[in-house]
């Protein structure tokens, strides 16, 4: 069982900081591409960002030069450090990952956390 773990969202002001960690545990044989994505209010879950295994970074539009996607692989971890928020910003942003459970070269599924929201108001 592959289990991913959020933490790190909170209520933050208008231009301020937040920074989301996220950690991939349980039978894993290696991990593709790793990522955030969000649920806004009223609105579809999107793409914030997301990061192959030898760290290649995809951001949608309205993140790039704000937000920086990491990650660390032999800890099994994925973060977004998160600057200059907007209220646009407010949601619950979930960690997904590609995991292969059996073998690093074999079928990768998608695992998804719980989420944690992100508030940004004043």
């Known amino acids: 069982q592959v289990q991913l773990v959020e933490s790190g969202g909170g209520l933050v002001q208008p231009g301020g900081s937040l920074r989301l960690s996220c950690a991939a545990s349980?039978?894993?044989?290696?991990?593709?591409?790793m990522g955030w994505y969000r649920q806004g209010p009223g609105k579809e879950r999107e793409l914030v960002a997301t990061i192959t295994s030898v760290g290649s970074a995809n951001y949608a539009d309205s993140e790039k030069g704000r937000f920086t996607i990491s990650r660390d692989n032999a800890k099994n971890m994925v973060a977004l450090q998160m600057n200059s928020l907007e209220p646009e910003d407010t949601g619950v942003y979930y960690c997904?990952?590609?995991?292969?459970?059996?073998?690093?070269?074999?079928?990768?599924?998608?695992?998804w956390g719980r989420g944690t929201l992100v508030t940004v108001s004043s």
């Open positions: 349980g039978t894993i044989a290696s991990i593709n591409a």
């Open positions: 997904h990952a590609e995991v292969r459970v059996t073998a690093w070269y074999g079928r990768a599924s998608d695992y």
